[in-house]
RNA sequence: GCCGGAGUAGCUCAGCUGGUUAGAGCGUCGGAAUCAUAAUCCGCAGGUCGGGGGUUCAAGUCCCUCCUCCGGUACCA
């Protein structure tokens, strides 16, 4: 029987804060799938760490003056933080700028060296003579010779999208020192990737089990044939290449850093005090290793990495890589650099780290990428934390405290509902998701233990028998709390904060906190409940801002500030309500030669079809806001008082675009 | 450009190798109940499955084509 796990998830990149985004795609599956297993008591650890080396991170510290350390310490331990927050529970979470590390990578490319199965090239490279040094790609900005773009960097050209080498660039310059620098030559090492698409095609056949998008990406892969790569580079940031007369050089990122999964399990190891177990989840054939990914690194994990691991031999090849696509906010996607994204750090801070699991689990990137909203938040939290789990173990823990002293009531029938056979069924349907990687499927079966149990309290009425047969009350009342109890359980991998919360009310420990008690009877009668809290309270989302409509300056202004503002006149020429908006409808408007939109706070006074046509008087230069995610460029004016508004239009005609004073 | 993925009820998503009236959660609407965070329970309604063409007795599900979005990769044959 194979059940000794390793499970890793990706290491994020140094060089910035997590998002949403990457919980989605990989931390979140990663921990609620370690989770579960642990409570299957089986074998596993789960390892992370970040990824600390290479370019950007060297460009980030010369941006900012600093050295690469400070950059990669900074969101090390930030990132490192906001895992723990969000209850991601790493066995460990290392570093690849750990010492271990290096050794560990220079040993693993000394052994595919030693091999003769690295092959050198020469390439020309550009080398400034300033900063005595070779340049990375990205260290050369120049003009681009497709668009004539002058600030092209070395690896693409951003104004035409063009894909570049720093070669192609006419008038290259150092982005260190602006010096111009030359052609020289470079030898690298590669990997010969190439000469392992045979038995890397035959043992992808054989993983009946991964998705299916993950093996058809790596059969294009196949089908296009695989290219060498180079595995050094002409940097200071990173893992020397441990053979003589190769100064300068370091060991390319994409080499070292899944290596940093063996590093990570070897540091873990050593700190538990037993230094070689290491080798039974690395090297043990029955071993089962699965590497939880975004989409966009199913390259690294399902076909180099493996490689790189065929080559050292004497490791375990990943069992699956279940690789989830990514979670959009709003609709679109999540970008640091357009600031559209939602940060770990800053959502822990403001929301319990359960709600924020339950909503992006329950909309896990499993097959497509997904939306995440703030108001999906909400609903989440309101409508199922809150209604249903949280409802059922309030109302039960309430109904015991008023009316049985608070105490768990005694079982004395000796019979046992049908709702545990349900119950126990259900564990099976949840274990089976789980193995299956369905995690959304597994979310939602465990709540449909709450919505039954929600039923079970309904159809048993304890209000109403407790007036003829208390003992028969006290009976329902226990039933429900061994239902809480098992739920405690089965929602564990997803709400682990929620779920030690329900023990504590229970007064219950952890003794029979495992999965195979799911659905099993193990209160003791007579028991004091703990102190009963909310589980999830209500959460009230701010509105979003609403444009004002009408600006009320008491003070007084000279012509000057009057002057500053720019009055036309427009046509509405189309105009829809904004969804889930009340007082919101998107206008579309005409004004001289050019179109705009406008978001206009009116709804409630005017329809769709009442504005359409109508000529107005717009604010033109307003600087452009975004109001439930559309942009406005423009106020409409209106004259309001009383709650009672009227918009603004021109006595007799006038054409659109005409100014205003 | 090329490779892979996606476009299905108001919203967020399921639909394995083609087969009875296309599913779920949430929301909406109607009813019941009142122990509980106005939380629950029962029931109804909602989709010509991105557009167009084709294969088949039968297609959301296969083929062709077009449009839009996401990821990867590239001017190398």
């Known amino acids: 029987m194979k059940n000794r796990l390793l499970v890793t998830a990706a290491l994020p990149y140094a060089n910035g804060y997590i998002h949403l985004g990457h919980i989605a795609g990989a931390y979140l599956p990663a921990d609620i799938f370690v989770r579960f297993k642990r409570l299957c008591s089986e074998e596993i650890i789960f390892v992370c760490g970040s990824d600390e080396h290479g370019t950007a991170i060297e460009i980030s510290a010369m941006k900012e003056n600093v050295t690469p350390r400070e950059i990669i310490d900074r969101f090390h331990f930030a990132n490192k933080d906001a895992f723990a927050k969000l209850g991601i529970s790493f066995d460990i979470y290392s570093r690849t700028s750990n010492e271990i590390h290096h050794k560990t990578s220079q040993d693993f490319f000394l052994n595919l060296f030693d091999k003769n199965l690295l092959v050198q090239k020469t390439e020309k490279q550009l080398y400034s003579e300033k900063d005595k040094r070779f340049l990375a790609d990205r260290f050369v900005e120049g003009t681009c ?4 773009y002058e600030e092209a960097r070395g690896d693409q050209c951003e104004k035409c999208g063009s894909n570049l080498t720093p070669l192609e660039l006419k008038d290259p310059k150092s982005k260190i020192s602006g010096d111009t620098p030359v052609v020289k030559e470079s030898i690298n090492f590669f990997f010969p990737l190439e000469a392992f698409q045979p038995k890397l095609e035959e043992w992808i056949k054989g993983k009946t089990n991964w998705k299916p998008n993950v093996k058809n990406y790596c059969e294009g892969w196949f089908k296009t044939g695989l290219k060498d790569r180079a595995i050094t580079r002409d940097l200071d940031w990173g893992v020397k290449v441990p053979v003589k007369n190769t100064e300068g050089k370091v060991i390319y990122v994409w080499f070292e850093a899944p290596i940093g999964y063996i590093s990570a399990t070897k540091e873990l190891f050593i700190e538990r005090g037993t230094p070689e177990k290491w080798k039974d ?3 043990e054939e029955d071993t089962r290793m699965v590497h939880f990914i975004g989409k966009d690194n199913i390259i690294f994990h399902a076909i180099v990495f493996p490689a790189m691991l065929m080559a050292h031999g004497g490791f375990v090849l ?7 696509e990514f979670l959009n906010l709003d609709g679109a996607k999540l970008s640091k650099s357009k600031g559209h994204g939602i940060l770990v750090k800053d959502v822990v801070e403001s929301f319990n780290p359960d709600v924020v699991r339950y909503s992006v689990a329950s909309n896990m990137p499993e097959n497509k990428d997904s939306d995440f909203s703030w108001e999906d938040l909400q609903s989440k939290n309101n409508n199922e934390l809150a209604a249903i789990l949280g409802n059922f173990i309030n109302r039960t823990v309430v109904f015991a405290k008023n009316k049985f002293d608070n105490k768990i009531p005694a079982r004395v029938s000796g019979e046992v509902p049908e709702i545990f056979a349900y119950i126990k069924s259900q564990k099976k ?15 939602n079966e465990t709540m449909n233990i709450a919505r039954a149990a929600n039923k079970y309290f309904n159809d048993s009425e304890p209000w109403k028998v407790i007036k003829t047969d208390e003992a028969k009350c006290g009976e329902i009342i226990n039933d429900c709390l061994e239902i809480a109890h098992s739920l405690a359980i089965a929602i564990a991998p997803v709400i682990p904060f929620t779920s030690e919360k329900i023990l504590k009310v229970l007064g ?31 959460i009230e989302l701010a509105a979003p801002k609403e444009e004002e409509v009408v600006v009320v300056e008491e003070n007084l202004i000279t012509i000057d500030d009057f002057k500053k503002v720019k009055l036309a006149t427009a046509v509405v020429i189309h105009a829809e309500a904004v969804p889930k908006s009340k007082k919101l409808l998107k206008l579309k408007v005409k004004c001289g030669s050019k179109e705009k ?13 009442q504005i359409l046509n109508k000529t107005v008087l717009i604010v033109d230069n307003l600087k452009p806001a975004k109001l439930m995610g559309l942009e406005s460029q423009g106020m409409l004016l209106a004259a309001k008082i009383d709650g009672k508004l009227k918009v603004i239009t021109v006595d007799g005609e006038i054409a659109d675009g005409a100014d205003v004073s």
């Open 318 to 324: 990943a069992e699956n890589v279940p690789a989830n």
């Open 508 to 538: 219950k420990d952890n003794s029979d906190f495992s999965w195979d008690k799911i659905g099993d009877l193990v209160l003791k009668g007579d028991t004091e409940l703990g102190e009963n809290e909310i589980l999830f309270p209500q």
């Open 145 to 148: 010779p497709i668009c004539g």
């Open 597 to 609: 939109q406008i978001i206009a706070g009116i709804a409630e006074h005017y329809s769709a079809e």
């Open 429 to 443: 349907v949840i274990e089976d998701c789980y193995n299956n990687y369905k995690f959304r499927d597994a979310l």
């Open 281 to 283: 989840y690395w090297c």
